[in-house]
C-alpha cells in the first residue's frame, strides 16, 4: 500500500509539473486582467523548440531558455493584439493556440535532420535528468518527492515564491489592482497596459517551462499533440486555484492524480469506467466555478479579477 | 507627437472590407517566407494547395466535406455571439450531437420505420446539442456563471464520452477490436450529393438563410442585436433578456449538433475516432471574421476547408507538412485582429500640446 501511494505520489509529481508552470503563469496573466487561451500553443510550440535545441546542442538550459523565449514571443503577440489592439481576448488567444498547434507539428517534420527525412518524431536527445535529493529520498512514502528532475523542484519553490510576490509585495499589490480595476489603478499612476503587457509575457514564458519540462522529461522527445490537451487543463486549474498560485498545486496534483490513479489501476486489470474518473476534474472545476460566482453575488471575495478579458482604455474627454 | 486611436463615429465599410483582404494577403507573405527559410518553394506550394483544394471538382467535393461542419457551428458559434455569449463549447455541441444521432441511428431501427430513422438521427442529435448549450445559458443566466470557461470545460466532457463510448459500451462486438461502433442500418445514412459531400450541405445553406433572415429581418434578430450591444438599453426597452439568451443558446447548440449528427450519419456512418478535430474552435474564428454575419460564414468556411484540404495536398504531393494549412489560418488571423480595431476607431497623430490643454483642462 504504502509503495502503492508513494508511486502515485512520484508519477503525479512528474505529470504535475508542466500543469503547474502554466497554471501559475496563466494566473498572473489573468490576475492582471487578461485571459489568455493560447497556453495550448505555446506549450505544443515551446516543447518542439525545446526538444529541437537539445537534439542539436545536447544543452538542456539552452533548451530551457529557448522554450521560454517561444512562450515570450507567442504571448507578446496575444499582449500586442489584445491590449494594444484591444482584440477580442477569446479570439486572439484562440488563433494563438491554432498557430501554435499547426505550427508545432510544422516544425516537427521539418526541423529534424536529413536522415529522418526531417522529422523529429522517433528521436533521443538530452532529457532532465533524476536529481536524488541524499537522504531524503529514502524517506518512506514520501521520498519520491526528493526523487524528480530540477525543474520539478523550481516549480515546488515557484509556489510559494509566486504567492508571496502576488500578496506581499509592492509589485503583486499594483498587479492585483490592475486586474480588478484598471480605472483606479491607472488614477493610482500604474501603468496599465504595461503591467499588462508584462504578466502577460511572464505567463507565457512560464508555459513555456511547462512545454518544454514535457519534451525533456515527462515524455522525452517529440510527438504531435504532445501536450495531449494540458493547456485547456491549465485554463481549468486557474479557475480551480481560484487565482492563487499558494492552491495551483491542489489542482494539478487533483488532474495529475487522476492520471496516475488511472495508470494504476488499468495496470492491475481493475475494471472502472475511466470515462467517469477522467470526467471528474472537469466537472469538479464547473461546480467550483458556480461556487465561487454565488459566493461573489453575496459579496465575499474569490480571486476571481473582475476586469478579465475586459480591454482597458482611457476615457477620452 | 502621440499616437492614439480615436472612436469611429460610424464603423468603417470600407476598413471591413479590406482588413480581411489585406491579411490573406499579408499571411500569404509571411507563410511564403517561413516556406523559403525551409527550402520550400512557395509559389509551387500555393499552386498545388489551390488544386489540391478547388482544382478539379472531386478535390473540390472534399473540400465541402470539411466546409459542412465549419459552416454550421460557425453559424451557432454566431448565434451565441450575437449576444456577447462567448459560446466557445461548439466542439462539445458537435461532438455530442454525434453521439445522440448515433444512438438513435444504431438503437432505435428497431421500433421506427425507416423513413424516420435518419430525421429522428438528424432532430436528436440537434437536441443534445442544444442541451450541451443550454447548460451553460441557465448557468450564466439564473446564476451570472462565466460561459467562456463552463463552454470550454463542456468540450471535454463530451469529448471524453465519446471516446469512452465508442471504445466501451457501443463498440461494435464483431469489430476484431476495430474501436468503433457497427455500421449504421443504411436507412440512417445521410444521402450524398456528389463525392463524399453529403446533404447536411443543404441543411447548412438552408440555416444560413435562416439565420441570416433572422438576423437581419426579423424582430428577434434585433433584440439579440439590442442584447449584444448594449444590455441595459436592451432592458429599460423591455427585452426579456434570460429569455433570449437561452433561446439563442439553444438554437446555436442545435445547429452544432446538427453538424456533428451530419458528420457521423454523413461520412463515417458509425461512431469512431475522428469526429472531433477542432472544428468547433475555428468556427469561433470563422465566426468572428464573418462578423458574426451567416452569409459571410458560408464563403469564409469554405476557404479555410480550402486551407485544410490544400494542406493535405502539398503534403501528399511535394512532402510539404500538412499542418501548413493551419499555419496559415493563424497567420491570417494575426493581422485580422490587428485590423480590425480600424473598423471601429481610427488612427489619431496628435501634437503634444493638444495633451497639455486636454490635462489643463481636466484641471
Known amino acids: 500500500m504504502i509503495l502503492l501511494i508513494s508511486s502515485i505520489i512520484a508519477i503525479t509529481l512528474k505529470a504535475g509539473t508542466s500543469l503547474v508552470f502554466a497554471t501559475i503563469g496563466e494566473i498572473f496573466t489573468e490576475k492582471s486582467g487578461i485571459l489568455n487561451l493560447g497556453i495550448e500553443g505555446i506549450m505544443l510550440m515551446s516543447a518542439v523548440i525545446a526538444f529541437t535545441v537539445s537534439y542539436y546542442t545536447g544543452n538542456l538550459s539552452a533548451a530551457i531558455l529557448s522554450a521560454m523565449l517561444t512562450g515570450g514571443v507567442l504571448s507578446l503577440i496575444h499582449a500586442f493584439l489584445s491590449i494594444t489592439m484591444q482584440a477580442q481576448q477569446v479570439v486572439s488567444g484562440l488563433s494563438i493556440t491554432l498557430f501554435g498547434t499547426g505550427m508545432a507539428s510544422f516544425l516537427g517534420q521539418t526541423l529534424g535532420p536529413e536522415t529522418n527525412s526531417g522529422y523529429l518524431t522517433g528521436l533521443s536527445a538530452a532529457r532532465l535528468q533524476t536529481l536524488t535529493i541524499p537522504g531524503l529520498s529514502r524517506l518512506p512514502l514520501i521520498g519520491p518527492v526528493f526523487n524528480q528532475d530540477p525543474l520539478t523542484y523550481i516549480v515546488l519553490l515557484l509556489i510559494p515564491v509566486s504567492w508571496f510576490f502576488m500578496y506581499k509585495t509592492k509589485h503583486g499589490l499594483n498587479l492585483r489592482a490592475v486586474g480588478e480595476n484598471p480605472q483606479t489603478a491607472d488614477a493610482m499612476g500604474i501603468n496599465v497596459p504595461r503591467i499588462r503587457y508584462l504578466y502577460t509575457i511572464v505567463g507565457g514564458m512560464l508555459a513555456g517551462i511547462g512545454g518544454a519540462h514535457l519534451s525533456l522529461s515527462y515524455t522525452p522527445g517529440w510527438t504531435d499533440n504532445i501536450t495531449g490537451g494540458r493547456g485547456w487543463i491549465v485554463i481549468a486549474l486557474v479557475i480551480f486555484s481560484l487565482w492563487n498560485p499558494s492552491r495551483a498545486i491542489w489542482g494539478a496534483l487533483l488532474f495529475g492524480g487522476i492520471n496516475a490513479v488511472q495508470f494504476r489501476l488499468q495496470a492491475s486489470g481493475a475494471d472502472i469506467s475511466s470515462t467517469l474518473l477522467n470526467m471528474l476534474p472537469y466537472l469538479v472545476t464547473i461546480a467550483v466555478l458556480v461556487i465561487i460566482t454565488v459566493w461573489e453575488d453575496r459579496k465575499r471575495t474569490t480571486g476571481s479579477p473582475a476586469a478579465l478579458g475586459t480591454p482597458y482604455q482611457r476615457e477620452e474627454k | ?363
Not at chain 2, 77 to 84: I, P, Q, R, S
Not at chain 2, 103 to 117: H, T, Y
Not at chain 2, 285 to 290: K, Q
Request: glycine fraction near 10%.
Open chain 2, 1 to 363: 507627437m502621440r499616437i492614439h486611436f480615436k472612436k469611429r463615429k460610424s464603423y468603417s465599410a470600407a476598413a471591413a472590407v479590406l482588413t480581411p483582404v489585406i491579411s490573406f494577403i499579408i499571411s500569404l507573405l509571411l507563410t511564403g517566407i517561413m516556406l523559403a527559410a525551409f527550402d520550400i518553394n512557395p509559389f509551387k506550394t500555393y499552386t498545388n494547395m489551390f488544386q489540391g483544394a478547388f482544382g478539379t471538382w472531386r478535390d473540390f467535393t472534399e473540400t465541402l466535406v470539411k466546409a459542412i461542419p465549419l459552416i454550421l457551428t460557425s453559424l451557432g458559434v454566431a448565434t451565441a455571439f450575437k449576444l456577447k455569449f462567448w459560446n466557445i463549447g461548439a466542439e462539445g455541441q458537435l461532438v455530442l450531437g454525434g453521439i445522440a444521432a448515433s444512438g438513435v441511428a444504431l438503437f432505435w431501427s428497431s421500433w421506427l420505420p425507416p423513413f424516420l430513422l435518419l430525421p429522428v438521427s438528424i432532430l436528436v442529435g440537434a437536441a443534445a446539442g442544444g442541451l450541451w448549450a443550454g447548460v451553460p445559458a441557465i448557468l450564466k443566466v439564473k446564476l451570472n456563471v462565466d460561459e467562456t470557461l463552463t463552454t470550454l470545460m463542456l468540450n471535454y466532457v463530451a469529448i471524453l464520452a465519446y471516446d469512452g463510448i465508442y471504445c466501451g459500451p457501443w463498440r461494435d462486438p464483431n469489430g476484431y477490436g476495430f474501436p468503433g461502433t457497427a455500421q449504421f442500418p443504411a436507412a440512417a445514412w445521410l444521402p450524398r450529393l456528389s463525392g463524399r459531400a453529403h446533404m447536411g450541405l443543404i441543411f447548412a445553406l438552408i440555416i444560413a438563410a435562416l439565420l441570416w433572415f433572422a438576423f437581419y429581418r426579423t424582430k428577434w434578430g434585433f433584440e439579440l442585436q439590442m442584447i449584444g450591444q448594449n444590455k441595459k438599453a436592451a432592458r429599460v426597452l423591455g427585452v426579456n433578456i434570460g429569455r433570449n439568451v437561452i433561446l439563442a443558446l439553444l438554437v446555436s447548440g442545435a445547429i452544432s449538433g446538427i453538424a456533428g449528427a451530419c458528420e457521423v450519419t454523413g461520412i463515417a456512418r458509425r461512431l469512431q475516432q475522428g469526429l472531433s478535430l477542432g472544428y468547433g474552435y475555428t468556427a469561433i474564428i470563422i465566426a468572428w471574421m464573418s462578423r458574426l454575419n451567416p452569409a459571410v460564414c458560408v464563403p469564409v468556411s469554405i476557404l479555410m476547408a480550402g486551407l485544410l484540404v490544400g494542406g493535405d495536398s502539398v503534403q501528399i504531393m511535394m512532402g510539404v507538412p500538412s499542418a501548413m494549412g493551419k499555419v496559415m489560418q493563424g497567420m491570417i488571423l494575426f493581422p485580422m485582429l490587428a485590423g480590425s480595431i480600424f473598423t471601429e476607431y481610427r488612427l489619431v497623430v496628435s501634437r503634444r500640446n493638444t495633451d497639455i490643454s486636454e490635462a489643463e483642462v481636466a484641471k
